[in-house]
């Protein structure tokens, strides 16, 4: 079966999301648990401030599946809705077919860290 993940929205007014950290690669399987990605959401045009609003967040699976089709960029800005991501319950599973639903995953806040593509950009 084959499984999407699609950003959707993780806080009020966001419109995207940057992905920040990548965990994983096409054809790992990843095991419960594991972590996908690192995303940062920037609510600076909805909230103007002198500090722009930037919360961050780690995207984890709570199923096992195989990475199959990986468009994530670390640095790059997704709008809410945009595939992301294609897995599969088996490694050799054609792409062609059905997606059956989104894959089942936690968003947890979390802090900036120096692994980020913005690591070297924070004071």
């Not at 993780?10 to 990843?30: F, K, N, W």
């Not at 709008?79 to 989104?102: K, W």
């Amino acid at each position: 079966m084959l499984y999407e993940f699609r950003l959707s929205e993780i806080v009020p007014q966001m419109s995207g999301a940057t992905i920040e950290c990548i965990y994983a690669a096409i054809g790992d399987r990843l095991p419960m648990g594991a972590k996908l990605l690192d995303l940062s959401v920037d609510l600076s045009s909805a909230f103007a401030q002198e500090c722009p609003p930037v919360s961050y967040y780690r995207l984890v699976l709570r199923e096992a599946v195989f990475l199959r089709r990986f468009d994530a960029v670390p640095g790059k800005h997704y709008a809410l809705g945009e595939q992301v991501a294609l897995f599969s319950t088996d490694a050799t599973e054609t792409l062609n077919g059905p997606i059956g639903r989104p894959v089942r995953c936690t968003v947890a806040g979390i802090i900036h860290h120096e692994a980020m593509w913005s690591g070297g950009c924070v004071a």
